[in-house]
């Protein structure tokens, strides 16, 4: 797996990765990641990756990274009851 680019955002790593014709989308924040996977052939190249994770698309996917900590957090409450 080779990595394409790095996407410049302040909050969230945002890395996109070319491997077996597709390119793969990770977005990491603290220790939770986002993995999404596109077939080479669905897109035209680096230009469409680029407008793919725009900062709608990387405001929304911090919403869900809020989310999955809230789960999280609930989740390891639970078993710290017992």
């Known amino acids: 797996m080779r990595t394409v680019t790095k996407v410049k ?7 996109i ?4 014709n597709k390119y793969i989308v990770k977005i990491v924040l603290d220790q939770y990641e986002q993995v999404y996977r596109l077939n080479q052939s669905d897109v035209t190249g680096m230009d469409d990756m680029e ?4 900062k709608e698309f990387l405001d929304k996917v ?3 990274f809020v989310e999955m900590s ?3 957090a609930e989740a390891f409450r639970t078993i710290n009851l017992n």
């Not at 302040?10 to 890395?15: E, N």
């Not at 990765?17 to 077996?20: G, M, P």
């Open 9 to 15: 955002h302040p909050k969230l790593d945002v890395s």
């Open 17 to 20: 990765f070319l491997r077996e």
């Open 51 to 54: 407008k793919l994770v725009s």
């Open 62 to 64: 911090y919403l869900r």
């Open 70 to 72: 809230k789960d999280f």
